[in-house]
């Protein structure tokens, strides 16, 4: 008697849960709507600041380590551990340019961050994509291929030949920002998981 009850309810049950409707999608004008909401909340932020954890690898090399992220207007600190056994590396910008502080407390300068950690671990990061597009934004004054989740988010950024991906958003104070994010071109690929966003409103 059990089973036969049990064999009638199943099938019922399947057909209940099939028949739910899921999250309603939004139309293109709700979903422009929301994206030009998001997009003021998030660059509305004053100073913010990230902590996770990055790996970059090309064909022919590869480095993971633990990143720490500071942005106030067009200033930054960024610190990168054990990147290809240099075991940390400092880079801060002001008027000057961006200097660079190594394990051994060298320093080093250059106009931009991008050349330093060339020259230190061979590989091109594109930090001036990165200050924006690890918040949720594309790169301003460049053309892009934005793609949307249901939320009116950005899930995908075609951008200055980089393809940029996100998976998943974390809600802080009153702002959706990223929590992982894919990057890659022809020649390197960059996974960012961000494990603490920390914002000024």
Not at 92 to 103: I, K, P, T
Not at 135 to 160: F, K
Request: glycine letters at 10%; a positive charge.
């Amino acid at each position: 008697m059990l089973r036969g009850l049990l064999a009638l309810a199943i099938p019922a049950l399947l057909v209940a849960c099939a028949g739910q409707p899921g999250p309603p999608s939004l139309t293109s004008h709700e979903q422009a709507r929301a994206w030009q909401a998001h997009q003021a909340r998030v660059a509305g932020l004053g100073a913010w600041a990230l902590s996770g954890r990055i790996s970059v690898s090309t064909e022919e090399d590869s480095w993971s380590g633990k990143l720490r992220w500071r942005q106030d207007g067009e200033r930054f600190q960024i610190a990168f551990d054990a990147p290809m056994g240099m075991g940390a590396a400092r880079l801060r910008s002001d008027d000057a340019g961006v200097l660079m502080e190594d394990a051994n407390g060298r320093q080093y300068v250059a106009a931009d961050a991008e050349s330093l950690l060339h020259r230190f671990i061979g590989m091109r990061l594109p930090v001036a994509g990165l200050r924006h597009w690890v918040t949720g934004l594309p790169q301003p004054h460049l053309s892009s291929q934005l793609e949307y989740d249901g939320a009116g988010r950005l899930a995908r950024i075609r951008q200055a030949g980089w393809d940029i991906r996100y998976r998943g958003y974390r809600h802080v104070r009153n702002v959706d920002l990223p929590k992982k994010i894919f990057i890659e071109n022809e020649r390197l690929n960059v996974r960012l998981v961000i494990d603490r966003w920390d914002v000024q409103a």
